[in-house]
Nanobody, 118 residues
């Protein structure tokens, strides 16, 4: 059974930090590109950060560059999002996603809420 389970969300003050985790199971994690998305109330889901299957390359939305860092551990089957200098506009539900385009497979997690507020 394929599962992506996010954790680490919560309430944090502006300027604070959070580390999100996504635990994968039920598929060959090391073969999948992993991405973090977020969706704020009333807005479309947007890509936040991406990491290639081996972890050799990353990409970020302009709005989070220099503040967020994506990483992965293919042994533990985990992907992380370190979020620093958080802003109220970072408030959203954060989702992790796994993609393996060559076989047209895509999986989503259930999301974790991040709220940045004083």
């Amino acid at each position: 059974q394929v599962q992506l389970v996010e954790s680490g969300g919560g309430l944090v003050q502006p300027g604070g930090s959070l580390r999100l985790s996504c635990a994968a199971s039920g598929f060959t994690f090391s073969s999948y590109v992993m991405t973090w998305y977020r969706q704020a109330p009333g807005k479309e889901r947007e890509l936040v950060a991406l990491i290639t299957s081996a972890g050799s390359s990353t990409n970020y939305a302009d709005s989070v560059k220099g503040r967020f860092t994506i990483s992965r551990d293919n042994v533990k089957k985990m992907v992380y999002l370190q979020m620093n200098s958080l802003k109220p506009e970072d408030t959203a539900v954060y989702y992790c996603r796994a993609d393996r385009n060559i076989i047209n497979r895509r999986f989503w997690g259930q999301g974790t809420q991040v709220t940045v507020s004083s």
